[in-house]
């Protein structure tokens, strides 16, 4: 949800593993964690729409799950600024029964700046196919070894909606499901499986 009550990105991710693994994960893979919202970091975000400038670490803005605003967040710039990237934001949501920690995510891709048609700001805008997101995260973790495992969980779907800045969406209403390995500077083997919609 957004601060204000409105529905924000759809959650399409659930990843296990320690904070320190989710960081090491996606930072293997060529994301970036997201610095925090400050006004540094907004003058900062302007300019690289502005000037086409380079900014990998750019902020996303707070959206709330469990009453809470995200723990994490990661993107993955595209092209030369700011202005096109790959984000995920994520919560912890609990743990497995054998105490390691869960972790829902909502994966987006920002396709442009534009005005938004909830709030008339100026802000990202997400591409409406958020399934081809949450299926490129899991690839991009699962090429840098981050993930031993993966698999797309069904849920009640397909489903269309809108998000907190009136973008529409539509997903078949799996969740992509990965567990995070600690051993990626070990030499370990990592055994993935084809990500793919279920039929």
């Excluded at 759809?10 to 919202?37: H, K, Q, Y």
């Excluded at 993107?75 to 202005?83: F, I, L, P, T």
């Excluded at 920002?110 to 709030?119: H, K, L, Y």
Aim: positive net charge; aromatic residues 6%.
């Amino acid at each position: 949800m957004t601060k204000d009550g409105r529905a924000g990105d759809p959650v399409n991710l659930r990843l296990t593993g320690t904070r320190d693994e989710m960081i090491r994960a996606f930072c293997a893979a060529g994301w970036s964690p997201a610095d925090p919202v400050t006004v540094r970091s907004a003058v900062r975000i302007g300019v690289s729409v502005a000037l086409n400038r380079p900014y990998p670490r750019a902020p996303v803005s707070d959206l709330y799950l469990f009453g809470r605003t995200q723990d994490l967040a990661f993107e993955r710039s595209v092209g030369g600024s700011a202005r096109s990237r790959h984000h995920v934001r994520v919560w912890q949501a609990g743990c497995t029964p054998d105490g390691r920690p869960v972790w829902a995510g909502a994966g987006t891709f920002d396709a442009r700046v534009g005005r938004s048609p909830a709030t008339g700001k100026l802000t990202h805008r997400i591409a409406p196919g958020v399934d081809a997101e949450r299926d490129s995260i899991l690839a991009d973790l699962s090429r840098a070894g981050g993930l031993s495992q993966t698999r797309l969980v069904p849920r009640d779907g397909p489903f269309a909606g809108r998000n907190g800045e009136g973008d529409c969406y539509f997903t078949d209403g799996s969740i992509g499901d990965g567990v995070l390995t600690g051993g990626m500077d070990s030499g370990l083997v990592v055994v993935t499986r084809r990500i793919g919609r279920r039929k």
